[in-house]
């Protein structure tokens, strides 16, 4: 069987001497991998790039069968981020919890969309970029299935004043609703919930809130540390945080 | 049918980088054939190798001493460290020639999904070598890949307290490339990179 798409670049590792396995995000094919013939070389290897985007074609003789990647480069985010620590750690994040989080061969067309506009952010440096990406982490849970709901408070039901989220339930709460509970719950910062822009404090709120449920719900049920990248996408906003 | 002891020549031949089981069966084949002037030659240099080649406890280089060649070699610029992945990024260096200053073998990059950590790749014996051995400059001779970066940029970030200069290799234009044949992304890196021209230089 043979089908044609559209992929990101989430991870390739050297197999035997000269060829690679892929795993790719797809547009219409959710998380697939395939063997790269020749993957390990001088010539393929720029292609195979974490955030690379690529034009890809799927062959194998059977659908559960590994199969083999034909690719083409549509753009390489991964040159253009090169001498950005910023972008760097954000693309590595991101490709490492796709790899670790996704089911293989389930399509994700939002996730590969938020994704691809994530890239194109990183790569222009826009100022917004990292407020993206703690957007995109929380989609993420949203597609695996344990989105946080931050569209009205679990108490009093109020839609304003949101300061805080539930560890446990992933709910928001208002402000004046936290009472004595407030110590034990997460911030969340306001860009999350408003038109607001994001200090570095902020986005440092924001990726240890979206942090903790990917922990929960995502690495540890897998016995998975959260990827280097992220660590070092958070060290690098304690520094600028502080 | 070879014998069982051939096999199992064939088998770690077989092992080796480059060689797959045909190739390994005609080396093989290859070295019983010339046991006086290929078999045993080879046999010894294995031994030898196997007996004296070391990791250099101060640059983590391969050699048959401790400190290495490299290291020992009372010409070089001490105040000049160049930071590689691997030993065959240091041989390379060394075959160009051009380089006179001293090494630091990393021994991989940082990967978010193998979990190779600042730890495994000896990072503090680095910071200490710069901190003790009154380097100037640190050469980051990284990969252009994501890893090789991200490890650029943390170590650049770990050496900053140090007050060393901190470089790293050009991306770009290799030697009798063409334009036509690079992909998208070294000739982005490479047009980024682009310096004065200088015409009309002449040497001094």
Redesign the interface.
């Known amino acids: 069987m043979e089908w044609r798409d559209e992929g990101i670049v989430l991870t390739a590792r050297r197999h035997g001497e000269g060829d690679a396995l892929l795993s790719l995000l797809t547009f219409a094919h959710g998380r697939h991998r395939g063997l790269v013939r020749g993957g390990a070389g001088r010539r393929r290897r720029p292609l195979l790039q974490s955030g690379n985007r690529l034009a890809c074609t799927w062959r194998a003789r059977l659908p559960e069968h590994l199969g083999h990647w034909t690719l083409e480069p549509l753009r390489l985010y991964a040159a253009t981020l090169l001498e950005d620590a910023v972008g760097l750690a954000a693309v590595g994040s991101a490709c490492g919890l796709l790899e670790l989080g996704l089911a293989e061969r389930e399509p994700h067309p939002r996730l590969y969309a938020a994704l691809l506009s994530l890239l194109d952010h990183l790569a222009a440096a826009a100022p917004d970029r990292l407020a993206r990406y703690v957007r995109f982490e929380l989609l993420l849970l949203e597609e695996l299935g344990f989105g946080l709901d931050l569209s009205a408070c679990a108490v009093s039901g109020r839609t304003d004043d949101l300061a805080w989220v539930s560890p446990k339930t992933g709910r928001a709460v208002a402000r004046t609703a936290a009472g004595r509970w407030a110590p034990r719950l997460l911030p969340l910062p306001p860009f999350l919930v408003a038109d607001a822009p994001a200090t570095p404090a902020d986005l440092l709120a924001g990726l240890r809130l979206t942090g903790h449920f990917l922990e929960r719900h995502v690495l540890a049920p897998r016995e998975r540390l959260q990827p280097l990248a992220r660590q070092r996408l958070l060290a690098l906003l304690e520094r600028s945080a502080a | 049918m070879a014998a069982v002891e051939v096999e199992r020549l064939i088998r770690l031949l077989q092992r080796l980088?480059?060689l797959g089981p045909r190739s390994a069966r005609r080396a093989a084949l290859a070295l019983l054939e010339r046991p006086d002037t290929l078999l045993r030659p080879l046999l010894d240099a294995l031994a030898v190798c196997a007996e004296r080649v070391r990791r250099c406890s101060r640059c983590r280089n391969l050699d048959v001493g401790d400190p290495c060649a490299v290291c020992a070699d009372p010409e070089r610029d001490d105040t000049l460290l160049c930071v590689v992945e691997r030993v065959e990024d240091l041989w390379a260096l060394e075959r160009a020639g051009s380089f006179r200053g001293r090494y630091f073998v990393l021994g991989g990059t940082?990967?978010?999904?193998d979990?190779?950590?600042p730890e495994d790749l000896g990072v503090d014996l680095l910071l200490r070598r710069v901190r003790e051995e009154g380097v100037r400059e640190v050469v980051l001779a990284l990969g252009?890949?994501?890893d090789g970066?991200?490890t650029a940029?943390?170590l650049?970030?770990r050496l900053r307290p140090l007050a060393v200069t901190t470089t790293r290799l050009a991306?770009g234009v290799p030697m009798g490339g063409e334009l036509h044949y690079l992909?998208?992304?070294?000739l982005?890196?490479a047009l980024?990179a682009r310096q004065p021209f200088r015409a009309g230089h002449e040497p001094s």
């Open positions: 980088p480059g940082l990967s978010a999904l979990e190779v950590g252009a890949t994501v970066q991200t940029h943390y650049a970030e991306h992909d998208e992304g070294t982005e890196a980024r």
